[in-house]
């Protein structure tokens, strides 16, 4: 899994590779398919699937034990698309996993 969590981070350093609310979406914002080459950004679930046909993280426990840790208690996908989640706060969250 530890592959996963890098990859992930890879991915996402870039803020302009992640979005929220869309599974993943085109250089003029639209909603696409996580596999679409149109996609230039991706949400947790999207760059999941880009990267692995869909084996979630989501299921890995330390992604939700860095979450609690934060006093976040809805899991990966709402933090994900919650208003106030930033890209620092997201990409910190990955790391922290990733360990």
Not at 12 to 17: C, T, V
Not at 53 to 64: N, S, Y
Not at 78 to 92: A, R
Request: aromatic share 12%; net charge negative.
């Amino acid at each position: 899994m530890m592959w996963k969590f890098n990859s992930l981070v890879e991915l996402f350093e870039d803020p302009a590779r992640w979005t929220k609310n869309e599974v993943a979406r085109d250089k003029d914002g639209n909603s696409v398919s996580e596999s679409s080459p149109r996609a230039v950004s991706w949400c947790f679930v999207g760059g999941n699937i880009l990267l692995d046909d869909g084996e979630f993280i989501i299921r890995d426990q330390k992604v939700d034990v860095v979450l609690r840790r934060r006093g976040y208690f809805d899991g990966i996908i709402s933090f994900n698309n919650d208003p106030n989640t930033t890209h620092e706060m997201f990409l910190d969250v990955l790391k922290e996993a990733q360990v």
